[in-house]
């Protein structure tokens, strides 16, 4: 459920929405991920907003958006834009499958 908030906060927010489905929601289970396995949320915001940094670079469409105020272009989604939603949604999940395999290998005996 927390996944469809921030979705759907990130939509309304003008994010569009099979960028906030792919990216977004990738993102979401990212952190989810690192709250889960590090208890630390300082991390977690520190993880957002990095990557609210690099992917303003991918997603900003147009020249006067900014990481404080994203504005997007209008009209229909072109394919470049779905491959590097798609590109960024699997850095996300490799990025999440990571974090799990790094606090399994530290508990482990």
Do not use: C, Y
């Not at 996944?3 to 989810?32: D, E, Q």
């Not at 907003?49 to 105020?69: A, K």
């Amino acid at each position: 459920m927390p996944s469809i908030i921030f979705i759907a906060a990130h939509i309304a927010g003008g994010v569009p929405w099979l960028a906030g489905v792919l990216v977004v929601g990738s993102a979401s289970v990212l952190f989810a991920v690192v709250m889960l396995e590090t208890n630390k949320l300082p991390l977690v915001v520190a993880l957002h907003v990095t990557t609210n940094i690099i992917q303003d670079n991918f997603l900003r469409t147009v020249p006067d958006s900014s990481l404080f105020h994203a504005t997007f272009a209008g009209g229909l989604v072109d394919s470049d834009r779905i491959h590097t939603w798609i590109a960024l949604a699997l850095i996300n999940a490799l990025a999440a499958i990571a974090v799990i395999g790094w606090s399994r290998h530290a508990r482990a005996p």
